[in-house]
T-cell receptor, first 114, second 114 residues
Framework: DSGVTQTPKHLITATGQRVTLRCSPR?????VYWYQQSLDQGLQFLIQ???????AKGNILERFSAQQFPDLHSELNLSSLELGDSALYFC?????????????FGPGTRLTVT | DAKTTQPTSMDCAEGRAANLPCNHS???????VYWYRQIHSQGPQYIIH???NNETNEMASLIITEDRKSSTLILPHATLRDTAVYYC???????????????FGQGTRLTINP
């Protein structure tokens, strides 16, 4: 158990809908990351937040957005869902924001878009 | 970004040492080598990291060649629970902004056989 929690574990929704994935970092960690893992793309970095501030961005679609709240939990919002958005979404956290800090991953949310 | 090359798959007998190689010939002097693993569809798990010297922790040992162009992750006494995809990653960091992301390749699928 990494100490990172994600809810829900599974989510099934229809195309065109909007969903919110939630992540609580390990106690004491200030940085949160989101990754997407699909069968054809592998594990892809989406976005990083540090203490509420966006720090790095990957190939995150415009239909996706994220934020980190004052209590340090983070939410990933996915809208206008398409079949191709079906994937595992992982959240990770680290103490600091820089390269010297290892990231610890949560168990993931499996999103299925039908 | 320094790229890594790993074998697609490997097998190892239970109880034996599993040696997973990784080539990173374009690594820069201040870039670390990190290893993560992913068991089935669980969140990736941090294993170990190093810069120049060999490193050991309770999970594994990391041997980095003197020229730093390659490394080997060693699981000293592999068990069935070590069956997973192992990722060798050269850390990508944006030092000035204090940001980071993990760039995952395809990894090595390690199967431990009874």
């Amino acid at each position: 158990d990494s100490g990172v929690t994600q809810t829900p574990k599974h989510l099934i929704t229809a195309t065109g809908q909007r969903v919110t994935l939630r992540c609580s970092p390990r106690s004491g960690d200030l940085s949160v990351y989101w990754y997407q893992q699909s069968l054809d793309q592998g594990l892809q970095f989406l976005i990083q937040y540090y203490n509420g501030e966006e720090r790095a961005k990957g190939n995150i679609l415009e239909r996706f957005s994220a934020q980190q709240f004052p209590d340090l939990h983070s939410e990933l919002n996915l809208s206008s869902l398409e079949l191709g958005d079906s994937a595992l979404y992982f959240c990770a956290s680290s103490v600091g924001a820089g390269t010297e800090y290892e990231q610890y991953f949560g168990p993931g949310t499996r999103l299925t878009v039908t | 970004d320094a790229k890594t090359t790993q074998p697609t798959s490997m097998d190892c007998a239970e109880g034996r040492a599993a040696n997973l190689p990784c080539n990173h010939s374009t690594i820069s002097g201040n870039e670390y080598v990190y290893w993560y693993r992913q068991i089935h569809s669980q969140g990736p798990q941090y294993i170990i990291h190093g810069l120049k010297n060999n490193e050991t922790n309770e999970m594994a040992s990391l041997i980095i060649t003197e020229d730093r162009k390659s490394s080997t992750l060693i699981l000293p006494h592999a068990t069935l629970r070590d069956t997973a995809v192992y990722y060798c990653i050269v850390r990508v960091g944006i030092i000035i902004q204090g940001a980071q992301k993990l760039v995952f390749g395809q990894g090595t699928r390690l199967t431990i056989n009874p």
